[in-house]
Nanobody, 123 residues
Framework: QVQLVEFGGGLVQPGGSLRLSCIASGLTASSYVMGWFRQPPGRDREFVGANSQSGHLTSSADSVKGRFTVSRDNAKNTVYLQMNSLKPEDTAIYYC????????????????WGQGTQVTVSS
C-alpha cells in the first residue's frame, strides 16, 4: 500500500520560512517524479513544484519561483519543500504527490497523494 505522509506544516509570519517533508512508503521514490500541490481556501488545488527521479530536473509554478525549492533524498524516500519569503497568499493545504513524469503531474495531477498539511502565513 502506497502512503505519502507530510510533515512540517504550521503557522508562520509573513517573510518567514518553513520546510515541509514527505516520506513515501510502498513505492520506490527514485522511480517517481515527486512534488507538491497546494489548495488555498476556497480555491482549486494547484501545482507548486516537482523534482525528477534523479533530482536533476525541477519545475516550479511562477507564483513560487525564487522562493520555494523542491528537493529529494532518494535514500530516505523523502521529498522536501523549502519555502522562503512566505506571503499570506501562500496559505493553503499542501499535498505531497508522486507521478510518472513532470508533464503528467502538471497536466493530469498525481498517481499518489498525501493527506495534506496546513500552512498558514499570518501575523
Amino acid at each position: 500500500q502506497v502512503q505519502l505522509v507530510e510533515f512540517g506544516g504550521g503557522l508562520v509570519q509573513p517573510g518567514g520560512s518553513l520546510r515541509l517533508s514527505c516520506i513515501a512508503s510502498g513505492l520506490t521514490a527514485s522511480s517517481y517524479v515527486m512534488g507538491w500541490f497546494r489548495q488555498p481556501p476556497g480555491r482549486d488545488r494547484e501545482f507548486v513544484g516537482a523534482n525528477s527521479q534523479s533530482g536533476h530536473l525541477t519545475s516550479s509554478a511562477d507564483s513560487v519561483k525564487g522562493r520555494f525549492t523542491v528537493s529529494r533524498d532518494n535514500a530516505k524516500n523523502t521529498v522536501y519543500l523549502q519555502m522562503n519569503s512566505l506571503k499570506p497568499e501562500d496559505t493553503a493545504i499542501y499535498y505531497c504527490a508522486a507521478a510518472s513524469t513532470i508533464q503528467a503531474m502538471r497536466i493530469s495531477g498525481a498517481d499518489y497523494w498525501g493527506q495534506g498539511t496546513q500552512v498558514t502565513v499570518s501575523s
